[in-house]
């Protein structure tokens, strides 16, 4: 069965310094891996996902993640944080065939300091 | 984009009573909805999966006759929360997929659910 693992539940970081929100997945086939951001009391927007092709993957409002299949991991990162970058991310992996569901990992609150 | 969008954002019912919450996919069709359960600084349970025109698969642990879903059109999924008890207050997300594209899901502003 596929798990999703967030490894930091809170990730605090002064703004315009870099960032790297970890994310690791388990499962025995090929999976599609997505991030997510959550602002409070709204609902998901998706930043960037993974289906096939390049590892590198780049996504919606400066963050990109790589797939590293032999860590299992796709972390993400933004090079420069802004204070609206403060939110809850999710990691989350598609479970195989075509019922489209998603695992979510836990969540990772990104706290931006001025 | 594709748009989603859940009525009502937020809802105080006395206990006992029935709850109705609309999904809808404004701007594509969507053949599969989800709904989840967030609680407060959690994750996203999802709940059941819907497909038009059938019956809804649900998760392991939730209650079928409790969590009513109804996806009567390629466009609107309803979850009606019944007999509601303070236990079932919540954040209920909801999310379309759009016809076997890139597996993503777009997903609605989420209903708040207060059961007093």
């Known amino acids: 069965a596929q798990s999703v693992t967030q490894l930091d539940s809170q990730v605090p970081v002064f703004e315009e310094a870099p960032v790297e929100l970890r994310c690791n997945y388990s499962?025995?086939?090929?999976?599609?891996l997505f991030w997510y951001v959550q602002y409070p009391n709204q609902g998901l927007q998706l930043l960037l996902k993974?289906?096939?092709?390049?590892?590198l993957v780049k996504g919606i409002n400066g963050f990109e993640a790589e797939f590293n299949k032999s860590q299992t991991s796709f972390h993400l990162r933004k090079p420069s944080v802004h204070i609206s970058d403060t939110a809850e991310y999710f990691c989350?992996?598609?479970?195989?065939?075509?019922?489209?569901?998603?695992?979510f990992g836990q969540g990772t609150t990104l706290q931006v300091k001025p | 984009g594709a748009v989603v969008s859940q009525h009502p954002s937020r809802v105080i019912c006395k206990s006992g009573t029935s709850v109705k919450i609309e999904c809808r996919s404004l701007d594509f069709q969507a053949t599969t909805m989800f709904w989840y359960r967030q609680f407060p600084k959690q994750s996203l349970m999802l709940m059941a999966t819907?497909?038009?025109?059938?019956?809804?698969?649900?998760e392991q642990g939730v209650e079928k006759d409790k969590f009513l879903i109804n996806h009567a059109s390629l466009t609107l999924s309803t979850l009606t929360v019944t007999s509601a008890h303070p236990e079932d207050s919540s954040f209920y997300i909801c999310s379309a997929r759009e016809n076997s594209v890139g597996y993503e899901q777009y997903f609605g502003p989420g209903t708040r659910l207060t059961v007093t």
């Open positions: 989350a992996v598609s479970v195989g065939g075509n019922t489209g569901k998603l695992i």
């Open positions: 819907s497909n038009e025109g059938s019956k809804a698969t649900y």
């Open positions: 499962s025995s086939v090929s999976v599609y």
């Open positions: 993974y289906l096939s092709g390049s590892t």
